[in-house]
């Protein structure tokens, strides 16, 4: 897999979007409603719904939305070091997000109702694809440049990191566990070590 589909976004659409960013930042998925995206954008539910037909189809736009962001923040790094560039990936999986816990709440909320809702399991398994993807690479470009063991599986590798991030999200949330993004970084760094260094 490459680079996930280039969704391009118009000004007033990312507008809409950010305004739905801090809607469900503020309500949750639950108690989100085109009106309340309304007045975090200044306008009607009627320029919503201009962009936009459905909350669902908003909603499967903004998952683009949050992938995309996550995709340039990543490019961004002017780097070719791999061990730099999983750190950078692994920060952004879980350091990063202990800002904005209130949005993985919502986004949680969402992969939820994803086996009930195939635009959002579409994006989720998207998501989830890329991240693998970009881990899985990273550690097989370690591999080749020998930064990292020339025994280790990048794609098991790679599963076994999106484990501990998806675990951590999880604790984070459902348990109200305020250490757990940082508990699972330093877990992944220890992973990094033990597995991927053993060796090199």
């Given at each position: ?11 007033a ?44 189809e ?99 590798a ?7 991030v ?35």
């Amino acid at each position: 897999m490459g680079d996930p589909p280039d969704r391009s976004f118009s000004d007033a659409e990312e507008e809409v979007l950010r305004a739905t960013y801090s809607a469900l930042r503020e309500h949750g998925y639950a108690d989100l409603t085109i009106k309340r995206i309304a007045d975090e954008y200044g306008k009607s539910t009627a320029a919503v719904h201009y962009h936009y037909d459905t909350k669902e189809e908003l909603l499967a736009a903004f998952l683009d939305y949050v992938l995309q962001q996550f995709v340039d923040t990543i490019h961004e790094v002017e780097t070719t070091d791999p061990d730099e560039r999983l750190t950078l990936l692994l920060d952004q999986l879980l350091v990063e997000l202990e800002d904005h816990l209130d949005l993985l709440v919502a986004i949680l909320e969402m992969r939820s109702q994803a086996p009930y809702k195939e635009t959002f399991s579409q994006r989720f398994e998207q998501n989830d694809e890329y991240v693998r993807y970009m881990l899985r690479t990273v550690i097989a470009d370690g591999i080749r440049q020998g930064v990292f063991d020339d025994d280790v599986d990048a794609e098991h590798a790679a599963g076994a990191l999106m484990t501990i991030v998806d675990g951590a999200r999880t604790r984070a949330v459902v348990l109200d566990d305020p250490d757990a993004l940082a508990t699972a970084r330093r877990t992944a760094e220890e992973y990094v070590e033990s597995v991927l260094k053993s060796g090199a």
